[in-house]
């Protein structure tokens, strides 16, 4: 009852469950894939953090202010950036290694709207795959972290206020799957992002917003989540999902977005063209698409495979060559600023249920994310949140909190079948086209009436589909609710203002 259930195991559940089995706390560490399965593992840019000569965390926090459209919490960035550098230090001592110089110092890339060069790699394009392999080796040798792949969290049980367990449905290879309820008193959700929502996008097959699911389900609190950061060139090929990403610096070494008729067509919309900001590209390439199609022009670029060796290969494994090719692209959801509502230090608002990672909001990102700030936003508030929990399970536990419910029916494998199948390919495409880059309020209002349809239309014991159709829901909702455009909220029927800043609301956990 006592041992904390952390769901998820990318950054920021992994970090959390090392910190507390390192203070002594044994954890049961659930996730739905296998360990390594996670956008953690698939993170290329970095991580953003102010260590190198010259920076500090007041020009790191001001950077991430100045990308959040006036509404990120100051102190919460004050956390990330000056708590982050020593997140780095300790994941270096834990065996994570990465890319230095000659010197032996560590190397600092540049990204945009960072005003230092303070991004840190791993094995070049690879840092979450090193950080995430390191945090595994680190977990997988504590005895008291026990781990439970293919374990997918279905339900959370609240009784008298207060979390109480979780129940978990384990798949068994070629065997009926186990449902069971496992007590806890402290959950703590790390379950990621939302990516698969949208028609395109760069989150793996596990980022189906099932945390922004169970914690609604419980009454807790959620904000913001209507700002939603899209990539503007992801690769997009019927049937390719995940769709890989065309990183920036594709764009910046000089290839061109063209339209179907092979016109360039982004200084229509922003004098910077191809290398206007992102959500500006983003639109633009998805003009371009409702018009035809949108295609990065690489060929100009005589060295790409030796510049861009892994995007090559990439493009290699789908068929094309960029030398001679155009790459077919469209803009994909990519990160959630919002998410579950925490204070500083992982709590929601209900007791016993922690959110870290991308499935919360801190408020560290405002409306729109700095690049590579999120993994650091995991290890940082994933560490302050696991020992608030410490301190938690020092004192007395509270009274009588066994689980509300018995382990429901085994899953009938409903999502996999055609209709549930249909009905999220359906969801997808009104998120994509209605609750996408740019929103109305018709469209909005459609999209809620036509996602009403969809529920309707589920069949039992589709949970997933459920779930998934509940977070679209909300999101849409959300973007309805905010009319004004602001950093990843784009409403076409409130055009971009000056915005003044708007100080955080208290929390008011009970
Ligand atoms: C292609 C790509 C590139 C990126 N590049 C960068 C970058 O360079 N720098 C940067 O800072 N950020 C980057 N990001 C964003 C960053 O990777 C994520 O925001 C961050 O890794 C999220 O970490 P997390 O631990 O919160 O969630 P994740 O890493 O997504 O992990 C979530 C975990 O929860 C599990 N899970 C989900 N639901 C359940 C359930 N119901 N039951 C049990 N387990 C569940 C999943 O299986 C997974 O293990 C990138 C993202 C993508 C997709």
């Known amino acids: 009852m006592t041992r904390p259930v952390v769901v998820g195991s990318g950054i920021a559940g992994l970090w959390a469950s090392w910190r507390l089995a390192s203070g002594g706390h044994p954890v049961l560490l659930l996730t739905k894939g296998a360990l390594g399965d996670s956008a953690s593992a698939w993170a290329q840019g970095g991580v953003a953090v102010a260590l190198a000569p010259g920076d500090s965390p007041t020009l790191h926090a001001a950077d991430t202010i100045a990308a959040g459209g006036g509404i990120n919490d100051p102190e919460a960035v004050r956390i990330l950036t000056t708590e982050g550098p020593d997140r780095i230090r300790e994941l270096v001592a834990l065996g994570a290694e990465f890319d230095r110089g000659p010197d032996g110092q560590l190397r600092f890339g540049l990204e945009a709207a960072h005003s230092r060069h303070r991004i840190i790699h791993a094995d070049g394009d690879r840092t979450g795959a090193a950080m995430v392999r390191a945090l595994i080796a680190v977990v997988q040798h504590l005895p008291t972290v026990e781990v439970r792949e293919h374990a997918e969290v279905r339900r959370l049980s609240r009784v008298g206020g207060r979390i109480a367990g979780v129940e978990v449905v384990t798949a068994a290879a070629g065997r009926e799957s186990r449902v069971e309820v496992i007590p806890a008193r402290d959950v703590v959700l790390a379950t990621g992002g939302v990516g698969q929502l949208y028609a395109v996008t760069t989150n793996p097959e596990t980022a189906t917003g099932d945390g922004w699911a169970l914690a609604d389900e419980v009454g807790a609190e959620l904000r913001d989540l209507e700002f939603l950061q899209f990539h503007p060139t992801a ?39 191809e290398l206007a900001p992102r959500d500006v590209v983003a639109r633009a390439v998805e003009y371009a698409v409702s018009e035809g199609g949108a295609f990065l022009d690489a060929r100009p670029l005589a060295d790409f495979a030796e510049r861009f060796p892994g995007i090559h290969a990439m493009l290699a494994r789908h068929g094309l060559d960029p030398a001679r090719q155009l790459i077919p692209v469209a803009p994909a959801l990519h990160y959630a600023m919002g998410g579950v509502l925490t204070d500083l230090d992982g709590r929601t608002t209900v007791p016993g249920l922690w959110a870290i990672g991308e499935v919360a909001s801190t408020g560290v990102h405002g409306a729109n994310r700095l690049a590579s700030n999120s993994l650091l936003e995991g290890l940082v508030f994933a560490d302050r949140a696991a020992r608030a929990l410490a301190d938690e399970l020092a004192a007395p536990p509270p009274a009588g909190t066994a689980p509300a419910f018995e382990p429901g029916p085994p899953d009938a494998g409903a999502d996999a079948g055609g209709p549930a199948t249909g009905i999220r390919a359906a969801m997808r495409a009104i998120m994509t086209g209605m609750v996408g880059l740019s929103r109305t309020e018709g469209s909005l209002e459609q999209a809620l009436h036509d996602l009403a349809a969809l529920e309707a239309a589920v069949p039992g014991g589709a949970w997933r589909t459920r779930h998934q159709l509940r977070v679209a829901r909300l999101i849409a909702r959300s973007a309805l609710a905010r009319r004004e455009s602001r950093g990843g909220h784009r409403r076409i029927d409130f055009p971009p203002a000056d915005q003044p800043r708007i100080e955080p609301e208290p929390l008011g956990l009970d």
Request: charged share 25%; hydrophobic share 45%; aromatic share 8%.
């Open 235 to 273: 690769l997009r090929l019927r049937g390719v999902n995940p769709a890989p990403l065309v990183s920036e610096a594709v764009r910046g070494a000089g290839a061109h977005l063209v339209d179907w008729t092979g016109q360039r067509f982004t200084l229509e919309f922003d004098e910077r063209a």
